[in-house]
């Protein structure tokens, strides 16, 4: 009898940890280069393309194009450290860094393909409209290993919003190391209307510049191939992507 409750408890046990690795939504990206290095950068996240495939996201801006061949990519449980998922293709041509003067972030970008199941709770769905509201109430998923679900909420509002970018302002300041690529989700909608680039402080709080979801909806609707990651990342090999709206 106790036998069949301690097995009882395992099992709910295990129920209870896939619960909480179902609700994360940002993870540490791991990137194996060919030279033998491996590098964690950037905050990576899974988001649902129009056909409803799952596509891995974060920014492109840290990648480096010059160095050595980028192998694979993993997405890494932010309290786990454990991997989600790995990727060995991009999801069409990989973006590039964007530009802040003048301000155009609509490349920033690196989308990656998606072999297997991801728990649809970890999933985030793309805003779709072409620019978001001013004055509409966002939240930042910050990266936290000691937060329940590998994250907490922090909320703020979009300042501005043009087609080649969105400025957020945080209630509140933060530390912005290693958050590249970290979604902003709209409180309105609950879908992400951008990524993070770069940002800083203002008036004591953490302003975010983001590329625009209507980019990367863009990007993914876009992609003709998926290449390996050999091939388009490493030696500079990449064109840059057409941001151009059709």
């Known amino acids: 009898m106790k ?42 996240s899974f988001v649902r393309a129009p056909n409803g495939s799952v596509v891995a996201l974060t920014s492109a801006h840290f990648i ?5 061949k980028l192998v694979q990519a993993s997405w890494l449980d932010i309290k786990t450290k454990q991997p989600i998922a790995t990727f060995t293709c991009s999801w069409g041509i990989p973006g590039r860094e964007g530009c802040y003067a003048p301000m155009d972030l609509r490349s920033d970008y690196l989308m990656l393909v998606v072999e297997g199941e991801i728990p649809a709770t970890s999933v985030l769905e793309i805003d779709d409209r072409e620019i978001a509201e001013v004055d509409e109430r966002v939240w930042f998923p910050n990266k936290n290993p000691q937060a329940p679900l590998g994250y907490e909420r922090i909320d703020g509002k979009i300042t ?9 302002i945080l209630d509140t300041k933060i530390d ?23 940002g800083g402080e203002k008036n004591c709080k953490t302003q ?23 091939e388009v990342i490493g030696g500079d090999k990449v064109r840059l992507p057409d941001t151009r709206s059709s």
């Open 160 to 168: 501005e919003a043009q087609n080649g970018y969105s400025i957020v």
């Open 64 to 68: 480096n194009f010059f160095g050595p």
């Open 176 to 198: 912005l190391t290693t958050r590249s690529g970290t979604p902003v989700v709209s409180a309105k909608t609950g879908k992400v209307i951008g990524i993070l680039t770069g």
């Open 3 to 44: 036998f069949s409750y301690f097995i009882l408890f395992l099992l709910l046990l295990a129920q209870v940890r896939l619960a909480q690795a179902d609700d994360s939504i940002v993870f540490q990206p791991k990137f194996e280069w060919a030279d033998s290095t491996t590098t964690h950068q950037g905050t990576g």
């Open 208 to 230: 975010l510049f983001l590329a625009p979801a209507h980019s990367i909806r863009k990007a993914i609707i876009d992609a003709q191939n998926h290449p390996l990651l050999q």
